[in-house]
């Protein structure tokens, strides 16, 4: 997310970031170079320019040349400036009323029902609420097909009618479905098109009338970059909706659009996809955003992802086996399946303060543990229990079972002997030994 603009942004902010002399001349150098990284990011150029110049008028208002740490000041500008521009406060969404009717739209191709079934899962988990999809895509072959196949992948019940061409007759089926059945939130998700024109958006509209929702969100693909800012403005002059949703930001996107759009609609982001799968969704805030784009990390939303995942009766269970030193391999695969749930591994590496940096050209696959897994299930449930077990036949006729060479089986009990002692450490207080051995570790 963002690498290729977080790479410029820090090559631009680099000189200030000594504590040589400081001038107007090379703060105004700088600037021009953020300003290239932004349009390079595909942010609109007014936009970038306007940026640039609030950061240099605050600057120098401050007396950043004067300063003990005046990159330092300088990068909290431009994040203070970046997370301004982008909303500055975190937009949650509405869904007080009962039912809560949420009208999706967008541009086909968009992830519009995707998200729809991301969406209800959020509702359904994080705010106990109970949705219900409606299908309202009439004309794109395997849309309502879609639907329900996303609705049974979260658990949430999908209306539709698959002989019913009129769309505004289906939402209103559809909420007065959700009331008959006790459910407190409607998520519509309507028909997309290649490009924006005349009918659809009639159609919509006639939709959003009828219907008279409480959230109206608008579905982006954050790799269109600034043609999804322009096509953002034309749905919002008919629709005048309530906040944006980007999805795709896991790809390889320039971030244009998540830094200009909220500039140009003057509407806020309000969820952000990070994946392919149905829990890949995350309130946006702009302030943990900027942070991410200038390589601070995102430590609060790594804690939050990691809380999510905690089991605290596993945790309690894990305790007392390392106290009686019976972590096995089992429990070491279990804490690898939490870290799993938690998303995939470059958006995790991204949160970590100055990891981003390190990793950009290394490409970690989503399937990173991998060959973990497949090494300890070819472990009998005694050698997973009891690790000392392993000898060098028995780690042969693991390899080969695996389909990994017996320095990977090595390299994992490495790792598993290096775990355990960190944990026995943790439990025991021992934090300057553990500290030691961390710094002794194979880099």
Do not use: W
């Amino acid at each position: 997310m963002f690498n290729n603009l977080s790479e410029k942004l820090d090559k631009a902010l680099h000189v200030l970031k000594g504590h040589g002399s400081i001038s107007e001349i090379n703060v105004a150098e700088t600037l021009k170079e953020v300003r290239r990284a932004l349009l390079d990011a595909d942010v609109n150029y007014k936009i970038a320019k306007e940026f640039t110049n609030k950061v240099k008028a605050k600057a120098l208002g401050q007396n950043v040349l004067t300063t003990l740490q005046p990159g330092q000041l300088m990068v909290k500008i431009v994040k203070d400036e970046l997370t301004t521009l982008m909303g500055g406060e975190v937009e949650g969404i509405n869904v007080s009323a009962t039912p809560s009717v949420i009208l999706m739209s967008g541009l086909q191709g968009s992830g519009k029902t995707t998200f729809s079934g991301k969406l209800a899962n959020y509702l359904k988990t994080k705010k106990t609420k109970k949705p219900l999809l409606v299908a309202c895509d009439v004309y794109r072959p395997a849309a309502i097909d879609q639907l329900h196949i996303v609705g049974e992948q979260v658990g949430v019940e999908v209306y539709s009618d698959r002989g019913n061409n009129d769309p505004v007759a289906i939402a209103k089926a559809g909420i007065a479905a959700a009331k008959a059945n006790g459910c407190n939130v409607v998520i519509i998700d309507t028909a997309g098109r290649l490009a924006v024109d005349e009918a659809m958006m009639t159609e919509i509209a006639n939709i959003h009338k009828a219907v008279q929702p409480q959230e109206t969100l608008f579905v982006v693909d954050a790799m269109t970059g600034q043609d999804a800012v322009n096509t953002a403005k034309a749905f919002n002059d008919i629709l005048n909706f309530d906040g944006v949703i980007l999805t795709k930001l896991d790809g390889d996107t320039r971030g244009g659009a998540a830094i200009s759009i909220k500039s140009v609609v003057n509407k806020p982001i309000k969820f952000i996809g990070t994946g392919e799968k149905m829990e890949a969704i995350d309130v946006f805030y702009p302030a943990r955003m900027a942070e991410r784009i200038l390589g601070m990390g995102d430590v609060v939303s790594l804690v939050e992802r990691a809380q999510e995942q905690f089991d605290e009766q596993e945790a309690r269970k894990i305790q007392k086996k390392i106290a009686k030193n019976q972590f096995g391999f089992d429990d070491f695969l279990s804490q690898i399946q939490q870290v799993k749930k938690m998303g995939n591994m470059k958006d995790l590496m991204g949160m970590i303060p100055g990891a981003g940096k390190m990793m950009k050209d290394v490409d970690i696959d989503d399937d990173a543990f991998k060959h973990i897994e497949a090494i300890i299930h070819s472990m009998t449930p005694e050698e997973r229990t009891k690790p000392t077990l392993l000898n060098a036949s028995r780690k042969k006729r693991i390899g080969a079972g695996s389909g990994t060479s017996i320095q990977q089986v090595n390299q994992l009990m490495k790792q598993f002997d290096q775990m355990s002692k960190m944990m026995k450490m943790m439990q025991g207080g021992g934090g300057k030994k553990m500290m030691q051995m961390m710094k002794n570790m194979p880099r």
